[in-house]
């Protein structure tokens, strides 16, 4: 079966808009205990489950599900240094990067902080790049919000792209998504 690089590159920069991770104090600036939960206005809602041990390395899994169904597992480290997307399974096949990409750099986000990371997975190579952009007060039903605007391109080596910008509130995670069609994705709950 083909594979559709837009509809991936289009998961990836969801998974990496929504991932909250890194521990580094009570509360966590990205948020990523165990049963938490996001819901958001296009129906998906993720959730962290139990760390478990993917090629030899523990990861946290965040799962994606729509309609009740489970369409994609993400899997997270953590470290000092960041947020890394190690790897993500959909359909039953396992996609891993290497070298893992970073999701967020060390806490705290601040405008003007830029970071730029590659991976590959067989043949597929992706960049990431994450900027941030400003801040913006949200209000929307899981509250009001001042949020970090995160601005998130990738490219992968068949040409295909994507932007899109995340509101991340610190200790909370992403409050609302524009993807770069105009779409709003607020977070419900």
């Known amino acids: 079966m083909p594979v559709d690089y837009g509809v991936?590159?289009?998961?990836l920069l969801f998974t990496l808009l929504t991932l909250s991770s890194v521990a580094l104090a009570a509360p966590p600036y990205?948020?990523?205990?165990?049963?938490?939960?996001?819901?958001?206005?296009?129906?998906?809602?993720?959730?962290?489950l139990q760390p478990v041990t993917v090629k030899g390395v523990k990861v946290s899994v965040l799962s994606h599900v729509v309609g009740g169904?489970?369409?994609?597992?993400?899997y997270l480290e953590?470290?000092?240094?960041?947020?890394?997307?190690?790897g993500s399974k959909a359909g039953g096949?396992?996609?891993?990067?290497?070298?893992?990409?970073?999701?967020?750099?060390?806490?705290?986000?601040?405008?003007?902080?830029?970071?730029?990371?590659t991976g590959a997975s067989g043949?597929?190579?992706?960049?990431?790049?994450?900027?941030?952009?400003g801040q913006e007060a949200v209000v929307?039903?899981?509250?009001?919000?001042?949020?970090?605007?995160?601005?998130?391109?990738?490219t992968t080596s068949s040409g295909?792209?994507?932007?899109?910008?995340t509101y991340f509130v610190p200790t909370v995670g992403p409050v609302r998504i524009t993807t770069s069609d105009g779409t709003v994705i607020d977070l419900m709950k």
Do not use: C, H
Not at 8 to 11: C, N, Q, R, S
Not at 30 to 48: A, D, H, I, L, R
Not at 96 to 113: D, F, I, Q
């Open 160 to 165: 295909a792209s994507s932007t899109l910008y």
């Open 69 to 74: 169904k489970l369409i994609q597992e993400d």
């Open 8 to 11: 991936m590159i289009k998961k």
């Open 123 to 133: 043949k597929n190579t992706l960049e990431y790049t994450g900027r941030v952009v």
């Open 140 to 154: 929307n039903s899981a509250g009001r919000f001042n949020a970090v605007i995160v601005r998130n391109d990738i």
């Open 78 to 86: 953590y470290t000092a240094t960041g947020v890394f997307l190690r």
């Open 93 to 117: 096949k396992l996609t891993w990067y290497t070298p893992r990409l970073l999701v967020y750099p060390t806490a705290p986000l601040s405008p003007g902080l830029q970071w730029t990371t």
């Open 30 to 48: 990205y948020p990523n205990g165990v049963g938490m939960t996001w819901k958001f206005s296009s129906g998906e809602v993720q959730k962290m």
